[in-house]
């Protein structure tokens, strides 16, 4: 079964630190583009990041630029997005998805596989 699990979300404090993690299983994100998209309540899903196939190209939202990194391991068929300096605004459940298109990465519309989400709450 071609699957995307996130993990590493949870509740941290303002100015606190996560980091999520996109473990494939049943396919290889090897030839993949991975993209990070978040959903707060009552809003709509947005794009957060994206990283290449071979991870020499990322991208961001202005809204997380310089506060998140996003890498990938592709010997252990995982993603990963290091947020740093987190704010309320960030609260939101998380997505990774894949994309065989680097192009196509910020867009949802784009990727092909999505893994159902994990819960990040910044709050005091």
């Known amino acids: 079964q071609l699957q995307l699990v996130e993990s590493g979300g949870g509740l941290v404090q303002p100015g606190g630190s996560l980091r999520l993690s996109c473990a494939a299983s049943?396919?290889?994100?090897?030839?993949?583009?991975i993209g990070w998209f978040r959903q707060a309540p009552g809003k709509e899903r947005e794009w957060v990041s994206c990283?290449?196939?071979?991870?020499?190209?990322?991208d961001y939202a202005d809204s997380v630029k310089g506060r998140f990194t996003i890498s990938r391991d592709n010997a252990k068929n995982t993603a990963y997005l290091q947020m740093n300096s987190l704010k309320p605004e960030d609260t939101a459940t998380y997505y990774c998805?894949?994309?065989?298109?680097?192009?196509?990465?910020?867009?949802?519309?784009?990727?092909?596989?999505w893994g159902k989400g994990t819960l990040v709450n910044v709050s005091a």
């Open positions: 990283i290449s196939s071979t991870g020499g190209g990322t």
């Open positions: 049943g396919f290889s994100l090897e030839y993949d583009a």
């Open positions: 998805a894949a994309t065989p298109a680097y192009r196509l990465c910020v867009l949802s519309e784009g990727m092909e596989y």
